[in-house]
T-cell receptor, first 112, second 120 residues
């Protein structure tokens, strides 16, 4: 079966721009969560969606937002990009919350 | 507060030898899950093994086993018969608020990772 698909794989944006990242979970998975990975801060939780509802949010500024559609696909948006937003953004999906998470390959965002 | 600690930034192991990657955790929640993920240079997080807080036996998955010592709050990963393809970053993670779709406070907590290099 198809795994978690994240698009695009690589992205270069200019400071001040906004960006939208996409995550298609494994078929049947209703939980989608997002993580930011940087060399300095490691893996940090951004937010989690379950059945189109945001259930939990990490400690990130309001510039980071997300949503989940009825088909469980999720998008993450970052507005007014800063250099520090350069990171690998990972999406993970699960059939139920807290068990059997499968990660995608990530989107590597570079802000210049 | 929930916390995962991996104290080994880098480890080296000879091919075909066994290696143990350390992980300690802290949580006051009695229900939690412990996971190990492998992240090769491509970036994808690959699930290796899972241990539930109420599981009596240590988890095993092929060459991977999890040495779960609940009283010590440790969940070390043991890789037997190391292969060159095992060279990667390894992350220990804890999920709290397990299997509760109504619990809005659950999330994964990750350690800082251990970089494993297998030497031929």
């Amino acid at each position: 079966k198809a795994g978690v698909t994240q698009t695009p794989r690589y992205l270069i944006k200019t400071r001040g721009q906004q960006v939208t990242l996409s995550c298609s979970p494994i078929s049947g998975h209703r939980s989608v969560s997002w993580y930011q990975q940087t060399p300095g801060q490691g893996l940090q939780f951004l937010f989690e969606y379950f059945s189109e509802t945001q259930r939990n949010k990490g400690n990130f500024p309001g510039r980071f937002s997300g949503r989940q559609f009825s088909n469980s696909r999720s998008e993450m948006n970052v507005s007014t990009l800063e250099l520090g937003d350069s990171a690998l953004y990972l999406c993970a999906s699960s059939f139920i919350v807290g068990y059997g998470y499968t990660f995608g390959s990530g989107t590597r965002l570079t802000v210049v | 507060a929930q916390k995962i600690t991996q104290t080994q930034p880098g480890m080296f192991v000879q091919e075909k030898e066994a290696v143990t990657l350390d992980c300690t955790y802290d949580t006051s929640d009695p229900s939690y899950g412990l996971f190990w993920y492998k992240q090769p240079s491509s970036g994808e997080m690959i699930f290796l093994i899972y241990q539930g807080s109420y599981d009596q036996q240590n988890a095993t998955e092929g060459r991977y086993s999890l040495n779960f010592q609940k009283a010590r709050k440790s969940a070390n990963l043991v890789i037997s018969a190391s292969q060159l393809g095992d060279s990667a970053m390894y992350f220990c993670a804890m999920f709290v608020g397990f299997k509760s779709s109504s619990n809005t406070g659950n999330q994964f907590y990750f350690g800082t990772g251990t970089s494993l290099t297998v030497i031929p």
